[in-house]
């Protein structure tokens, strides 16, 4: 079924939704104040490969209905994980969502 940008990314820029689409989060607990504002931050629970992975993640750029950018230094690694959101010429929507080590994260990993 066919959905305009916004209302797809108002759905999965919501921290609380993300356990509805993305079948490795399990929970999800805001450690600010709502409403999702660049600086907030949300724990997340996830369950990967039989692991359980517990991180925090901080937005670092928000752009309502266009891109999420969030980070965190917790858990097994440092990660950035960017929603990218596009309207299609049917339209509908075409979310990208990409996780990668943050360029600032390569340091802490680096031997001494």
């Known amino acids: 079924m066919k959905r305009p940008r916004h209302r797809v990314a108002d759905y ?4 609380d939704n993300v ?13 600010t104040p709502r409403p999702l504002a660049i600086g907030s931050q949300i724990a997340f629970v996830a369950h990967f490969l039989g692991r359980r992975l517990a991180y925090t993640y901080e937005i670092v750029a928000l752009d309502p209905g266009d891109r999420l950018i969030m ?6 690694f440092p990660m950035e994980t ?7 010429e049917d339209g509908g929507t075409c979310m990208t969502s990409r996780s990668r080590e943050p360029p ?5 990993l680096a031997p001494a």
């Open 12 to 15: 999965a820029m919501n921290p």
């Open 19 to 31: 356990p509805h689409w993305y079948a490795n989060i399990r929970s999800v607990e805001w450690k």
């Open 71 to 76: 980070r965190t230094s917790e858990g097994p």
């Open 82 to 88: 960017t929603y990218l959101f596009e309207s299609t």
């Open 104 to 108: 600032e994260g390569r340091a802490t």
